[in-house]
């Protein structure tokens, strides 16, 4: 079964930059999630969709973040403007909803100068 | 006060030893209980996954829940070298939006604890 796949693996940006990741699930998931894993701690959710539609985006910072999902399937999530304290990496999860474990991706590590 | 405190470490132990590594949580609406493992540059690998009060073998792994502590814990026997990585509980809370303070499905995670096995 191949897993969650996520691109580019690595970015560097200026601040105020802008930038796109991009997530493919495994095939049959129908939620998807995108966490944000800062150095040194646990990954935290930032936006979690079932299918097309968005399940929870409580912690997404709206004024600069941004994440569709089309057709249900992959994914991307935009940052525009970049922040200094966007330096993280960005993991995309994936799962068959409900209570089924996620499986995840190898992440985005993004560097912001 | 986090909901859901994890001992960063750094552990460092003997190949062979058992480890211990252990989550404590606030939230009494977490019903589902796991432990990832993390490699360098990697993503995070499901390692244990359990529901309510007990414990699950998987192998030199055991995982125990104690929900009247709100306490979780991860056993490794016979650790190997191949085991170093950073271990990160997370919890998730029952069915139904927002139960709990907490949506299904999503996942709330510990510090992390990285641990050293050495030959």
């Known amino acids: 079964e191949a897993g969650v796949a996520q691109s580019p693996r690595y970015k560097i940006i200026e601040k105020r930059q802008s930038v796109a990741f991009w997530c493919n699930p495994i095939?049959?998931?129908?939620?998807l999630y995108w966490y944000q894993q800062i150095l040194g701690q646990g990954p935290k959710l930032l936006i979690q969709f079932q299918n097309n539609g968005v399940v929870d985006d409580s912690q997404l910072p709206k004024d600069r973040f941004s994440a569709e999902r089309l057709k249900g399937v992959d994914s991307t999530l935009k940052i525009q403007p970049a922040k200094l304290e966007d330096s993280a990496v960005y993991l995309c999860?994936?799962?068959?909803?409900?209570?089924?474990?996620?499986?995840f991706g190898d992440g985005t590590r993004l560097s912001i100068l | 006060q986090k909901e859901v405190e994890q001992d960063p470490g750094p552990l460092s132990v003997p190949e062979g030893a058992i480890v211990s590594l252990n989550c404590t949580y606030s939230?009494?609406?977490?019903?589902?209980f796991m432990w990832y493992r993390q490699y360098s540059r990697k993503g995070p690998e499901l390692l244990m996954y359990?529901?309510?009060?007990g414990n699950k073998e998987d192998g030199r792994f055991t995982a125990q829940v104690d929900k009247s502590s709100k306490y979780i814990s991860l056993f490794i026997r016979d650790s190997q070298p191949s085991d170093s990585a950073t271990y990160l509980c997370a919890m998730s809370g029952l069915r139904g939006a927002n139960a709990g303070g907490t949506s299904y499905g999503k996942l709330t995670f510990g510090q992390g604890t990285i641990l050293t096995v050495h030959p």
């Open positions: 359990t529901y309510s009060s």
């Open positions: 939230n009494s609406a977490f019903q589902y």
């Open positions: 095939s049959g998931h129908a939620t």
């Open positions: 999860a994936s799962s068959f909803g409900g209570d089924q474990p996620q499986h």
